[in-house]
T-cell receptor, first 115, second 112 residues
């Protein structure tokens, strides 16, 4: 079974600084997808970024980028120029390619942003 | 475009009561899911559906039932509510497996 591990329960960053959230996963598959979701206090789950395992290039979405290390099974999220609105819980998630696959989530990390 | 709509947003149940959490999406997505979120535990899959008339169990299905009579609707039924079912419930959908999910806003359920 696939597992997703987020070992840091909490992190803090100064506004305008950069922070990296860690995620590792365990799978025997070679083709899969990885995601980062943001959950602000409103509780809404928001897709931040997505990475396809067969693509070597790291995904980027504005201030959010990932460091995808397939051999190490590592998928970290870097937030640049942190803003107060980035304060939220962040979940890493994995989904194998193919029919009937489902997202498996990590336990999440709570990010606070200091003004 | 409403996306995924969940109702109610909050509910308090007494032990042994039953209720249905509603989920509807207007994006014509084939795949729909129910997750529960407990503090410090991430999201756990309860049930999922790959299309109308097809449902299957996820990781934590005990105490729940689902149906999928239309593409749009995927209700989750709680029978004989127990305190262990106190949680936040999320419904989600996706058109294909390589996309991320679109989530509803969640239902906070408390069983007392």
């Amino acid at each position: 079974a696939q597992t997703v591990t987020q070992s840091q329960p909490e992190m803090s960053v100064q506004e305008a600084e950069t922070v990296t959230l860690s995620c590792t996963y365990d799978t025997s598959e070679s083709d899969y997808y990885l995601f980062w979701y943001k959950q602000p206090p409103s509780r809404q789950m928001i897709l931040v970024i997505r990475q396809e395992a067969y693509k070597q290039q790291n995904a980027t979405e504005n201030r959010f980028s990932v460091n995808f290390q397939k051999a190490a099974k590592s998928f970290s999220l870097k937030i640049s120029d942190s803003q107060l609105g980035d304060a939220a819980m962040y979940f890493c998630a994995y989904r194998r390619a193919g029919a009937n696959s489902k997202l498996t989530f990590g336990k999440g990390i709570t990010l606070s942003v200091r003004p | 475009n409403a996306g995924v709509t969940q109702t109610p947003k909050f509910r308090i149940l007494k032990i042994g009561q039953s209720m249905t959490l509603q989920c509807a999406q207007d994006m014509n997505h084939n795949y729909m899911y129910w997750y529960r979120q407990d503090p410090g535990m991430g999201l756990k899959l309860i049930y999922y559906s790959v299309g109308a008339g097809i449902t299957d169990k996820g990781e934590v299905p005990n105490g729940y039932n689902v149906s999928r009579s239309t593409t749009e609707d995927f209700p989750l039924r709680l029978e004989l509510a127990a305190p262990s079912q106190t949680s936040v419930y999320f419904c989600a959908s996706t058109p294909e497996e390589y996309y991320g999910y679109t989530f509803g806003s969640g239902t906070r359920l408390t069983v007392v």
